[in-house]
């Protein structure tokens, strides 16, 4: 691994190379070599990461925005450490070259695999909470991920179909489709009705005056429905 180069990358300079050694290092690569000393996975860093995340995450959006309520925080929270959002960091770092793999994952693209790019991503905040402290995540965030908290992240985090859609792709689920079932009244006073399908089976049901507004209402009552579903 070249540190230097990893530590340019993120803006820090990096010391330990043997602890963000082990914060790239797949359980695939550690598994088939087993027999050898020094070749822990980064499980564990993982494990660390997450917290780290959270509360730095949690930290920064209650400063950032004092009248927000702990609902919306908290859904806005789940949108930036989520998986994809993660990987999508990591693989503009270009993180994945960095990745030490088992043969038969580096046959199978795990390279490039979001679930795998996430979890590295946490691994590596894992590392940096080890080596700078809180401090130095927090820097290292500010410039990654802190910066791109705009008003279009306030938007998609307050909006119910895209909240829908980033749950229903973390679980794998499949593809949500929206319909419009019935119009109703005057032309001057039209109503839409809207469903939300998820493999075959309907989510929710919602009525407004445009479709884009029964399609959010939709979303709303199908969102509750999921949520409802993982207690």
Same mark, same amino acid.
């Given at each position: 691994?070249?540190?230097?180069?990893?530590?340019?990358?993120?803006?820090?300079?990096?010391?330990?190379?043997?602890?963000?050694?082990?914060?790239?290092?797949?359980?695939?690569?550690?598994?088939? %070599?087993?027999?050898?000393?020094?070749?822990? !996975?980064?499980?564990? $860093?993982?494990?660390?990461? &997450? +917290?780290?995340?959270? @509360?730095?995450?949690?930290?920064?959006?209650?400063?950032?925005?004092?009248?927000?309520?702990?609902?919306?925080?908290?859904?806005?929270?789940?949108?930036?450490?989520?998986?994809?959002?993660?990987?999508?960091?990591?693989?503009?770092?270009?993180?994945?070259?960095?990745?030490?793999?088992?043969?038969?994952?580096?046959?199978?693209?795990?390279?490039?695999?979001?679930?795998?790019?996430?979890?590295?991503?946490?691994?590596?905040?894992?590392?940096?909470?080890?080596?700078?402290?809180?401090?130095?995540?927090?820097?290292?965030? %500010?410039?990654?991920?802190?910066?791109?908290? !705009?008003?279009?992240? $306030?938007?998609?985090?307050? &909006? +119910?179909?895209?909240? @829908?859609?980033?749950?229903?792709?973390?679980?794998?689920?499949?593809?949500?489709?929206?319909?419009?079932?019935?119009?109703?009244?005057?032309?001057?006073?039209?109503?839409?009705?809207?469903?939300?399908?998820?493999?075959?089976?309907?989510?929710?049901?919602?009525?407004?005056?445009?479709?884009?507004?029964?399609?959010?209402?939709?979303?709303?009552?199908?969102?509750?429905?999921?949520?409802?579903?993982?207690?």
């Amino acid at each position: 691994m070249n540190l230097t180069e990893l530590g340019q990358k993120v803006g820090l300079t990096l010391h330990d190379k043997l602890l963000f050694q082990q914060a790239f290092t797949h359980t695939s690569y550690a598994h088939e %070599r087993k027999g050898e000393r020094g070749q822990p !996975d980064n499980e564990r $860093l993982e494990f660390l990461g &997450d +917290a780290v995340l959270e @509360l730095t995450v949690s930290e920064y959006l209650y400063e950032r925005f004092p009248n927000m309520k702990e609902g919306d925080l908290t859904r806005m929270r789940a949108r930036i450490v989520c998986e994809p959002s993660l990987a999508t960091f990591a693989k503009e770092l270009d993180f994945g070259r960095y990745v030490r793999l088992g043969k038969g994952e580096e046959l199978t693209g795990g390279r490039t695999r979001p679930a795998l790019l996430a979890d590295v991503f946490e691994a590596f905040i894992g590392a940096l909470y080890l080596e700078k402290g809180l401090g130095g995540v927090k820097h290292f965030l %500010r410039s990654i991920i802190f910066a791109r908290i !705009d008003d279009r992240w $306030l938007a998609r985090a307050t &909006d +119910a179909k895209s909240q @829908l859609q980033e749950a229903v792709q973390q679980e794998h689920l499949g593809i949500l489709e929206y319909q419009i079932v019935d119009v109703k009244g005057p032309a001057h006073d039209r109503k839409f009705v809207a469903e939300v399908w998820l493999a075959g089976h309907r989510l929710g049901t919602g009525t407004g005056r445009s479709k884009k507004e029964a399609e959010q209402r939709a979303a709303s009552e199908g969102l509750k429905a999921f949520r409802k579903s993982k207690e």
